[in-house]
């Protein structure tokens, strides 16, 4: 079913002239692992910061199940929907364990408390994280991809219906970026949305089912990566040809090169 949608969604900063997002119309449902293209500045974070209602929008509306997102309370859009921000700056020594057991308040409360199954969702994130080791450290003292993980790993025990991850790979290593790939594929095969933005093409058409490109503000291609992620699109998103080679369920892009 359709779980988040918008109509004629447009942006605007304060004081500034013109749009940063303008006629944006959407509806993503559960179980699809959408990726986001679009050069620095498109408008990736913004789109996704106004479907997880964190920004208020200049035009239109943003819809969860249907209905206008200003109607829920934050706490019940927290328990459907889980962001990852671009960047996390850890400013408080939380021990891993307690910053992953956050990702529960939208179920526990701010009590403290955590019921079983909220310890079964931290212990299931912490290890699909490989941060078990990590657990009694404090944030601050772990290592940029090391803090990312934990990020990544609070949202997924938040266990919402809805995943909207903002350059989720930025900083992880190579193995941690092909683990979550295939993670998010998983959880969206559980029948999660999963929504991430990413400067990887190739990595979109491997394991997303839809791929939009936002070109200045303005959805430029929806569709399932084999129409979107092409050499044609990709070059011209760009602005440098580019060439495509399919092997194996895969597509990899590279710049023509003169022969050595
Ligand atoms: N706080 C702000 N005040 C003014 N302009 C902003 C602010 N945040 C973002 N912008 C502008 O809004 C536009 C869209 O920014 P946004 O962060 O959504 O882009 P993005 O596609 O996520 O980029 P990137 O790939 O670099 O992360 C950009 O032109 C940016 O300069």
Avoid at 34 to 39: A, D, N, T, Y
Avoid at 56 to 81: D, K, M, N, Q, Y
Avoid at 244 to 254: E, L, P, S, T, Y
Wanted: include cysteine; proline fraction near 5%.
């Amino acid at each position: 079913m359709t779980l988040l949608s918008c109509r004629n969604l447009g942006f605007r900063q304060p004081r500034q002239t013109g749009f940063v997002l303008e006629d944006i119309d959407l509806s993503f449902r559960e179980g699809e692992l959408v990726g986001l293209l679009g050069l620095n500045g498109a408008g990736k974070s913004t789109l996704l910061r106004l479907l997880m209602g964190f920004l208020v929008p200049s035009t239109g509306e943003v819809f969860l199940e249907e209905r206008s997102l200003r109607a829920w309370p934050a706490s019940a859009i927290a328990r459907h929907l889980a962001y990852m921000p671009q960047s996390h700056v850890a400013t408080f020594p939380y021990t891993v364990r307690r910053m992953v057991e956050l990702g529960r308040v939208p179920h526990s409360g701010l009590t403290g408390r955590l019921s079983p199954q909220d310890q079964m969702a931290v212990a299931a994130a912490l290890e699909r994280m490989g941060l078990e080791r990590f657990a009694d450290r404090p944030v601050t003292e772990l290592s940029g991809g090391e803090r990312q993980r934990v990020v990544l790993a609070r949202a997924i025990a938040q266990d919402a219906r809805g995943l909207l991850l903002d350059e989720p790979m930025a900083g992880l290593d190579y193995g941690y970026q092909l683990r979550l790939m295939a993670l998010l594929a998983e959880l969206a095969q559980e029948g999660r949305l999963v929504m991430l933005t990413s400067h990887r093409p190739e990595e979109l058409y491997a394991h997303a089912s839809r791929v939009l490109v936002l070109d200045h503000g303005r959805i430029e291609a929806d569709g399932p990566p084999q129409d979107v992620v092409t050499a044609q699109r990709m070059s011209a998103l760009y602005g440098m040809p580019l060439m495509q080679m399919d092997h194996a369920g895969n597509r990899f892009f590279h710049q023509e090169r003169n022969e050595k």
